[in-house]
């Protein structure tokens, strides 16, 4: 990243800021995808994160990569999306939903085993909840973009051993959650 292009990108040239942002388009994708669980709303939470980029860019100090900068937008405005669909769906009542002509699908299993596995998967998301945001972004990148620890060292700019070891605690301290939970 060039100074020259920075400059140009902070004083609102939008083809600085495409440059400096493109290479960085599929990464936020991937991550926006891997928190809502939905390819239509992982475009639009990505087309959100470059806006609020592009509205901010004066903002960029420079003091993270520009890929963790990203990245970070694109966690906070993925989270919000999945926070604003929670908050829809809870208020929308299944019987209305009838009325409108949903059924719920019949996978197969039974609502007890359905039951105990939406347990499970929500005491991990609580769990994960629970960590520190860097523990939760790492485990995210790893397991959720399924990204190499190089790929997560370019995408956050830390060292891979920094990465490796911020990644061994995180899974450490998400084990102890999830057991502490459990009591």
Same mark, same amino acid.
């Given at each position: 990243?060039? %100074?020259?292009?920075? %400059?140009?990108?902070? !004083?609102?040239?939008?083809?600085?800021?495409?440059?400096?942002?493109?290479?960085?388009?599929?990464?936020?994708?991937?991550?926006?995808?891997?928190?809502?669980?939905?390819?239509?709303?992982?475009?639009?939470?990505?087309?959100?994160?470059?806006?609020?980029?592009?509205?901010?860019?004066?903002?960029?100090?420079?003091?993270?990569?520009?890929?963790?900068?990203?990245?970070?937008?694109?966690?906070?405005?993925?989270?919000?999306?999945?926070?604003?669909?929670?908050?829809?769906?809870?208020?929308?009542?299944? *019987?209305?939903?009838?009325?409108?002509?949903?059924?719920?699908?019949? *996978?197969?299993?039974?609502?007890?085993?359905?039951?105990?596995?939406?347990?499970?998967?929500?005491?991990?998301?609580?769990?994960?909840?629970?960590?520190?945001?860097?523990?939760?972004?790492?485990?995210?990148? !790893?397991?959720? *973009?399924?990204?190499?620890?190089?790929?997560?060292?370019?995408?956050?700019?830390?060292?891979?051993?920094?990465?490796?070891?911020?990644?061994?605690?995180?899974?450490? *301290?998400? !084990?102890?959650?999830?057991?502490?939970?459990?009591?």
């Amino acid at each position: 990243m060039t %100074q020259r292009m920075l %400059q140009k990108a902070k !004083r609102g040239n939008a083809d600085a800021f495409v440059a400096l942002c493109a290479p960085f388009e599929n990464m936020v994708y991937r991550h926006c995808l891997q928190i809502v669980k939905n390819p239509a709303d992982a475009q639009d939470a990505a087309q959100e994160t470059m806006l609020k980029a592009y509205r901010a860019f004066a903002s960029f100090e420079g003091r993270s990569e520009l890929a963790t900068w990203l990245y970070k937008i694109a966690h906070n405005v993925s989270l919000d999306l999945v926070k604003r669909a929670y908050r829809q769906r809870e208020s929308a009542s299944l *019987d209305g939903l009838r009325e409108q002509g949903f059924e719920p699908r019949a *996978d197969g299993a039974s609502p007890e085993e359905l039951y105990v596995k939406s347990g499970e998967e929500a005491a991990l998301r609580d769990a994960v909840f629970t960590l520190p945001e860097r523990q939760q972004a790492l485990l995210s990148l !790893r397991y959720g *973009d399924q990204m190499s620890y190089g790929q997560i060292a370019q995408a956050t700019g830390l060292k891979i051993g920094t990465v490796k070891s911020a990644l061994n605690r995180a899974r450490e *301290d998400l !084990r102890a959650a999830m057991e502490s939970a459990r009591r």
